[in-house]
T-cell receptor, first 114, second 109 residues
Protein backbone atom coordinates (compact mmCIF):
# COMPACT_ATOMS: atom_id res chain seq x y z
CA UNK A 1 0.00 0.00 0.00
CA UNK A 2 1.49 3.29 -1.13
CA UNK A 3 -0.32 5.37 1.44
CA UNK A 4 -1.63 8.86 0.78
CA UNK A 5 0.38 10.55 -1.95
CA UNK A 6 0.82 14.30 -2.10
CA UNK A 7 2.53 16.45 -4.69
CA UNK A 8 4.53 18.52 -4.86
CA UNK A 9 6.41 17.90 -1.62
CA UNK A 10 7.82 21.41 -1.64
CA UNK A 11 6.58 24.52 -3.39
CA UNK A 12 8.09 27.98 -3.47
CA UNK A 13 6.13 30.68 -5.23
CA UNK A 14 5.71 34.41 -5.33
CA UNK A 15 2.83 36.35 -3.90
CA UNK A 16 -0.07 36.55 -6.30
CA UNK A 17 0.67 33.30 -8.09
CA UNK A 18 -1.76 30.40 -8.25
CA UNK A 19 -0.79 27.31 -6.28
CA UNK A 20 -2.28 23.85 -6.78
CA UNK A 21 -1.66 21.06 -4.32
CA UNK A 22 -2.54 17.49 -5.23
CA UNK A 23 -3.56 14.44 -3.27
CA UNK A 24 -4.16 10.81 -4.10
CA UNK A 25 -5.97 9.04 -1.24
CA UNK A 26 -5.52 5.41 -0.31
CA UNK A 27 -7.48 3.22 -2.69
CA UNK A 28 -10.87 2.28 -1.29
CA UNK A 29 -11.03 5.12 1.21
CA UNK A 30 -14.23 7.12 1.04
CA UNK A 31 -13.28 10.24 2.96
CA UNK A 32 -10.62 12.80 2.20
CA UNK A 33 -9.39 15.66 4.37
CA UNK A 34 -7.23 18.73 3.80
CA UNK A 35 -5.33 20.23 6.76
CA UNK A 36 -2.96 23.15 7.17
CA UNK A 37 -0.24 23.31 9.81
CA UNK A 38 1.61 26.42 11.00
CA UNK A 39 3.62 27.16 14.10
CA UNK A 40 1.13 29.80 15.20
CA UNK A 41 -2.13 27.97 14.60
CA UNK A 42 -1.14 24.32 14.76
CA UNK A 43 -2.95 21.72 12.66
CA UNK A 44 -6.27 22.95 11.26
CA UNK A 45 -8.90 21.09 9.24
CA UNK A 46 -9.73 23.04 6.08
CA UNK A 47 -12.28 20.83 4.32
CA UNK A 48 -13.33 17.23 4.02
CA UNK A 49 -15.11 15.11 1.44
CA UNK A 50 -17.23 11.98 1.70
CA UNK A 51 -17.63 9.98 -1.52
CA UNK A 52 -16.18 12.91 -3.49
CA UNK A 53 -18.74 15.38 -2.10
CA UNK A 54 -17.58 18.30 0.07
CA UNK A 55 -19.20 17.92 3.48
CA UNK A 56 -17.68 20.68 5.59
CA UNK A 57 -15.60 23.55 4.27
CA UNK A 58 -15.97 25.78 7.32
CA UNK A 59 -12.23 25.69 7.87
CA UNK A 60 -11.36 27.15 4.48
CA UNK A 61 -9.87 30.52 5.37
CA UNK A 62 -11.30 32.59 2.54
CA UNK A 63 -12.43 32.62 -1.06
CA UNK A 64 -8.88 32.42 -2.31
CA UNK A 65 -8.92 28.76 -1.26
CA UNK A 66 -10.85 26.13 -3.19
CA UNK A 67 -10.82 22.34 -3.16
CA UNK A 68 -12.15 19.77 -5.57
CA UNK A 69 -12.44 16.03 -5.71
CA UNK A 70 -13.37 15.07 -9.28
CA UNK A 71 -13.08 11.35 -8.56
CA UNK A 72 -12.34 8.91 -5.77
CA UNK A 73 -8.61 8.87 -6.45
CA UNK A 74 -7.73 12.54 -6.79
CA UNK A 75 -8.21 15.85 -5.03
CA UNK A 76 -6.76 19.32 -5.41
CA UNK A 77 -6.43 22.30 -3.11
CA UNK A 78 -5.97 25.57 -4.96
CA UNK A 79 -4.90 28.94 -3.66
CA UNK A 80 -5.44 31.88 -5.99
CA UNK A 81 -3.93 34.38 -5.49
CA UNK A 82 -1.42 33.17 -2.94
CA UNK A 83 -0.18 35.38 -0.10
CA UNK A 84 2.82 35.09 2.25
CA UNK A 85 0.50 34.19 5.16
CA UNK A 86 -0.50 31.03 3.26
CA UNK A 87 2.96 29.63 3.89
CA UNK A 88 2.44 26.39 5.79
CA UNK A 89 2.56 22.64 5.50
CA UNK A 90 -0.59 21.28 3.88
CA UNK A 91 -1.58 17.71 4.69
CA UNK A 92 -4.04 15.48 2.95
CA UNK A 93 -5.56 12.51 4.81
CA UNK A 94 -8.00 9.78 3.91
CA UNK A 95 -10.11 7.38 5.88
CA UNK A 96 -11.87 4.14 4.97
CA UNK A 97 -15.48 5.15 5.51
CA UNK A 98 -17.83 7.98 6.34
CA UNK A 99 -17.46 8.10 10.08
CA UNK A 100 -15.76 6.63 13.05
CA UNK A 101 -12.64 5.52 11.23
CA UNK A 102 -9.07 6.60 11.63
CA UNK A 103 -7.38 9.02 9.27
CA UNK A 104 -4.21 8.24 7.36
CA UNK A 105 -2.08 11.27 6.58
CA UNK A 106 0.16 11.97 3.64
CA UNK A 107 3.67 13.39 3.95
CA UNK A 108 2.50 16.95 3.37
CA UNK A 109 3.35 19.77 0.97
CA UNK A 110 5.57 22.48 2.37
CA UNK A 111 4.48 25.76 0.79
CA UNK A 112 6.47 28.97 0.93
CA UNK A 113 4.96 32.10 -0.56
CA UNK A 114 7.47 34.91 -0.96
CA UNK B 1 -16.21 18.38 20.97
CA UNK B 2 -14.65 18.41 24.40
CA UNK B 3 -11.44 20.29 25.00
CA UNK B 4 -8.40 18.27 26.04
CA UNK B 5 -5.45 19.34 28.17
CA UNK B 6 -1.99 17.81 27.87
CA UNK B 7 1.39 18.71 29.35
CA UNK B 8 3.44 20.58 26.77
CA UNK B 9 6.46 18.33 27.09
CA UNK B 10 7.73 15.13 28.69
CA UNK B 11 10.92 13.13 28.78
CA UNK B 12 11.36 9.39 29.05
CA UNK B 13 14.36 7.09 29.06
CA UNK B 14 14.75 4.65 26.22
CA UNK B 15 13.38 1.23 27.13
CA UNK B 16 11.11 2.55 29.83
CA UNK B 17 7.36 2.95 29.64
CA UNK B 18 6.18 6.37 28.53
CA UNK B 19 2.92 7.43 30.16
CA UNK B 20 1.25 10.40 28.51
CA UNK B 21 -1.67 11.93 30.40
CA UNK B 22 -4.67 13.72 28.94
CA UNK B 23 -7.45 15.54 30.71
CA UNK B 24 -10.88 15.72 29.07
CA UNK B 25 -13.15 16.57 31.97
CA UNK B 26 -15.98 17.87 29.77
CA UNK B 27 -16.15 14.82 27.53
CA UNK B 28 -19.66 13.72 26.65
CA UNK B 29 -20.96 10.17 26.59
CA UNK B 30 -20.70 9.69 22.85
CA UNK B 31 -17.23 11.14 22.40
CA UNK B 32 -14.26 8.91 21.78
CA UNK B 33 -10.70 9.59 22.87
CA UNK B 34 -8.26 9.48 19.95
CA UNK B 35 -4.48 9.56 20.09
CA UNK B 36 -2.29 10.56 17.17
CA UNK B 37 1.38 11.37 17.02
CA UNK B 38 3.49 13.45 14.66
CA UNK B 39 7.13 12.69 14.15
CA UNK B 40 9.17 15.64 12.97
CA UNK B 41 8.48 16.61 9.34
CA UNK B 42 5.93 13.84 8.86
CA UNK B 43 2.14 13.72 8.78
CA UNK B 44 0.25 12.72 11.92
CA UNK B 45 -0.08 8.99 12.57
CA UNK B 46 -3.03 7.30 14.24
CA UNK B 47 -2.15 5.39 17.40
CA UNK B 48 -5.28 4.23 19.17
CA UNK B 49 -8.75 5.26 20.24
CA UNK B 50 -11.35 4.21 22.80
CA UNK B 51 -14.73 5.06 24.27
CA UNK B 52 -14.69 3.78 27.84
CA UNK B 53 -12.89 0.47 27.92
CA UNK B 54 -9.14 0.21 28.00
CA UNK B 55 -7.65 -0.57 24.61
CA UNK B 56 -4.39 -2.11 23.45
CA UNK B 57 -2.84 -2.56 20.06
CA UNK B 58 0.62 -3.19 18.69
CA UNK B 59 1.66 0.40 19.26
CA UNK B 60 0.28 1.35 22.64
CA UNK B 61 -2.27 0.96 25.40
CA UNK B 62 -5.00 3.43 26.27
CA UNK B 63 -6.25 3.61 29.82
CA UNK B 64 -9.46 5.61 30.34
CA UNK B 65 -10.61 6.41 33.86
CA UNK B 66 -13.99 5.14 34.94
CA UNK B 67 -15.49 8.64 34.92
CA UNK B 68 -13.90 9.20 31.49
CA UNK B 69 -12.52 12.57 32.53
CA UNK B 70 -8.95 11.61 31.83
CA UNK B 71 -6.88 9.03 30.02
CA UNK B 72 -3.30 7.84 29.70
CA UNK B 73 -1.49 6.65 26.63
CA UNK B 74 1.17 4.10 27.45
CA UNK B 75 4.09 3.24 25.19
CA UNK B 76 5.38 0.14 26.99
CA UNK B 77 9.00 0.15 25.83
CA UNK B 78 9.85 3.53 24.39
CA UNK B 79 12.48 3.79 21.66
CA UNK B 80 14.20 6.80 20.17
CA UNK B 81 11.81 6.56 17.22
CA UNK B 82 8.91 7.33 19.57
CA UNK B 83 10.15 10.91 19.95
CA UNK B 84 7.23 12.94 18.58
CA UNK B 85 4.36 15.26 19.43
CA UNK B 86 1.43 13.26 20.80
CA UNK B 87 -2.11 14.57 20.38
CA UNK B 88 -5.08 13.57 22.51
CA UNK B 89 -8.42 14.38 20.88
CA UNK B 90 -11.99 13.96 22.12
CA UNK B 91 -14.48 13.72 19.28
CA UNK B 92 -17.82 12.15 18.37
CA UNK B 93 -16.41 10.81 15.16
CA UNK B 94 -13.12 10.68 13.38
CA UNK B 95 -14.12 13.20 10.75
CA UNK B 96 -13.70 16.49 12.58
CA UNK B 97 -10.63 15.98 14.65
CA UNK B 98 -9.41 19.14 16.39
CA UNK B 99 -5.70 18.93 17.07
CA UNK B 100 -4.44 20.95 20.03
CA UNK B 101 -0.81 21.64 20.88
CA UNK B 102 -0.14 18.10 22.11
CA UNK B 103 2.71 16.80 24.25
CA UNK B 104 6.22 16.85 22.88
CA UNK B 105 7.70 13.55 24.05
CA UNK B 106 11.45 13.17 23.98
CA UNK B 107 12.96 9.74 24.42
CA UNK B 108 16.48 9.96 25.80
CA UNK B 109 19.16 7.32 25.23
Amino acid sequence: DAGVIQSPRHEVTEMGQEVTLRCKPISGHNSLFWYRQTMMRGLELLIYFNNNVPIDDSGMPEDRFSAKMPNASFSTLKIQPSEPRDSAVYFCASSPSGSGETQYFGPGTRLLVL
Amino acid sequence: DAKTTQPPSMDCAEGRAANLPCNHSTISGNEYVYWYRQIHSQGPQYIIHGLKNNETNEMASLIITEDRKSSTLILPHATLRDTAVYYCIAARGAQKLVFGQGTRLTINP
